[in-house]
């Protein structure tokens, strides 16, 4: 209660509402309760409906971390979720890393040293499409580097190309695009030059090439619109730009199905990945507002979900629902030995 009352009288001096009106403060309150309360819901599985309805509506970047301070960190009434407050007087939600190291996105098949980690993971073994919330309450997001696209995903030269090129000045800032972890940090001699590999608690990672200099190392937590680097020409590279990728599983996608790197805007909320996209000839050259209408999901059998109580077992739980141990592992991006945390939901069907 008196966390709840402390961000309000800090939102309160920011929007420049007295705290002196008792009316006034009440409501902000409230309202700020409203917010907090609404996390614990976001948290559950969204029907379907709600993609079709959220999905292809532009994000505009937020504004770069850099110069901004955090001033204090409020709890709220979900141990996993954070209030900071910032020194040019905005705040934010934001998740606790402590939870979020815990997350298996950060914990399986994380490797410092391998570029490519899930060489043992099957094209055939990813589902045919899946839902990735880009942005919501939480995440954020942050262009790489904005300009046109100088050479795109696909086959370029009889090789293939698996990220776009977007040119820039050696010494221009490069951003992380969303919030996440660094996996890796280093110059690597195969082409890249000096790279970070950031993953996100989506399960996305993006790739940044060419590079002058690193800022970030293996492990660090970064923000979407924090500068991770500055671009550059190291590496096989023909004049200073940005390589730029975006794998999920270790499988390449075209990042322009993403991003509209000439304005920097996020073309969508929720992205809906599909299997074919991982194919080096489907690239996003298209009428995206007809790619919109593709898009979106179609009617489907709804899915079920377990919430995980002391004592259950993923065997206990096929057997429960009818279902595999190895379903379950696919269907949630998990492994026969994870360790099952009571309270988390599990997709069974």
């Not at 850099?66 to 709890?75: A, C, F, K």
Request: net charge positive; with cysteine; proline share 5%.
């Amino acid at each position: 209660m008196k966390s709840k009352y402390l961000i309000a009288l800090l939102l309160l001096c920011a929007t420049g509402v007295s705290a002196q009106d008792p009316t006034q403060l009440k409501a902000k309150i409230a309202q700020l309760q409203r917010q907090v309360d609404s996390l614990t819901i976001a948290a559950r599985p969204r029907p379907q409906g709600i993609l079709s309805q959220m999905a292809f509506e532009p994000v505009e970047p937020i504004h770069t971390t850099e110069g901004v301070i955090p001033l204090d960190t409020l709890s709220t009434i979900n141990d996993a979720v954070k209030v900071v407050i910032y020194n040019d007087n905005s705040w934010k939600y934001i998740r606790d890393k402590e939870f979020i190291k815990d997350s298996s996105v950060y914990v399986n098949y994380w490797d410092t040293k391998n570029l490519f980690p899930y060489n043992n993971v099957s094209l055939s073994e990813l589902p045919s499409s899946i839902a990735i919330d880009l942005v919501d309450s939480l995440r954020s997001y942050h262009y790489p580097q904005k300009g046109k696209v100088r050479s795109p995903y696909g086959v370029r030269r009889w090789r293939q190309h698996q990220g776009v090129d977007i040119p820039l000045k050696t010494g221009d800032p490069v951003y992380s695009t969303f919030n996440g972890r660094v996996r890796i940090s280093e110059y690597n001699r195969g082409g890249y030059g000096n790279l970070i590999i950031i993953r996100h608690d989506n399960g996305l990672e993006t790739f940044y090439g060419h590079l002058s200099e690193r800022f970030v190392q293996s492990g660090d937590w970064v923000e979407a619109g924090q500068v991770i680097g500055l671009g550059g020409s190291t590496g096989r590279s023909s004049g200073p730009h940005l390589h730029f990728e975006t794998r999920y599983f270790g499988q390449t996608f075209d990042p322009e199905r993403l991003i509209d790197f000439e304005t920097g805007v996020l073309r969508r909320q929720t992205f809906l990945l599909k299997k074919s996209f991982f194919d080096i000839h489907s690239n996003a050259a298209q009428d995206f507002e007809q790619e919109n209408e593709i898009d979106q999901p179609k009617p489907q059998v709804n899915p079920v979900y377990h919430k995980i109580k002391s004592g259950d077992t993923l065997g206990a739980i096929a057997r429960r629902y009818g279902t595999t141990v190895s379903k379950i592992c696919s269907l949630n991006g998990i492994k026969s030995t994870t360790i099952l945390r009571i309270g988390r939901t599990l997709r069974v069907k």
